[in-house]
């Protein structure tokens, strides 16, 4: 099993550019989420999804996208990137809401 | 608001001395407390967690303490050693958010041989 993968591993992006983020998992998980980390600050959820077809708002949702279409992906979309979006976006799937959450490797982007 | 406090911020220990990390959180009705550990360029990953049924948990070197009444909780390692480098997060979930799950700033832990 591969777990929980991410893809693009790194971006740079200019102002105003957009991009999607995608993330499997292959553990048939019901709950993904999307974090942003910056030093400091922890992680951070931006959305999350309680299963296919649903996605709902974290902490931090401003200036992102999600979609969850199939079970096993969840998208991530930035529509207009801005430089305060540079972070380390890290994926994660969980059987549960109150069970052990699997991270994927994260994608380091850059806004220029 | 939903709020996980968490103290210290980095934290420095001699091989072989034990390590404190806690943290606090803000709604009662929080009943699961995850702690995960990240080594540099790394992905998190779960240590150890710990439900509100019970008021404390081990797993060899680690352990977990949970005060509800206060809504404080704890991660101890004892007999460090310089594998343990790496930063720690604690984590509680908040009901009164749809059950989102809330990280603690992290703790930078680092152990000197």
């Known amino acids: 099993n591969a777990g929980v993968t991410q893809t693009p591993k790194f971006r740079v992006l200019k102002t105003g550019q957009s991009m999607t983020l995608l993330c499997a998992q292959d553990m048939n998980h019901e709950y993904m989420y999307w974090y942003r980390q910056d030093p400091g600050m922890g992680l951070r959820l931006i959305h999350y999804s309680v299963g296919e077809g649903t996605t709902a708002k974290g902490e931090v949702p401003d200036g992102y996208n999600v979609s969850r279409l199939k079970k096993q992906n969840f998208l991530l979309g930035l529509e207009s990137a801005a430089p305060s979006q540079t972070s380390v976006y890290f994926c994660?799937?969980?059987?549960?809401?109150?069970?052990?959450?699997?991270f994927g490797p994260g994608t380091r982007l850059t806004v220029t | 608001g939903e709020n996980v406090e968490q103290h210290p911020s980095t934290l420095s220990v001699q091989e072989g001395d034990s390590a404190v990390i806690k943290c606090t959180y803000s709604d009662s009705a929080s009943n699961y407390f995850p702690w995960y550990k990240q080594e540099l360029g790394k992905r998190p990953q779960l240590i150890i967690d710990?439900?509100?049924?019970?008021g404390e948990k081990k797993d060899q070197r680690i352990a977990v303490t949970l005060n509800k009444t206060a809504k404080h909780f704890s991660l101890h390692i004892t007999e460090t050693q310089p594998e343990d480098s790496a930063v720690y997060f604690c984590?509680?979930?908040?009901?009164?958010?749809?059950?989102?799950?809330?990280f603690g700033q992290g703790t930078e832990l680092s152990v000197k041989p």
């Open positions: 710990i439900r509100s049924n019970v």
């Open positions: 984590a509680a979930i908040f009901y009164n958010q749809g059950g989102k799950l809330i």
């Open positions: 994660a799937s969980s059987y549960e809401r109150d069970y052990e959450q699997y």
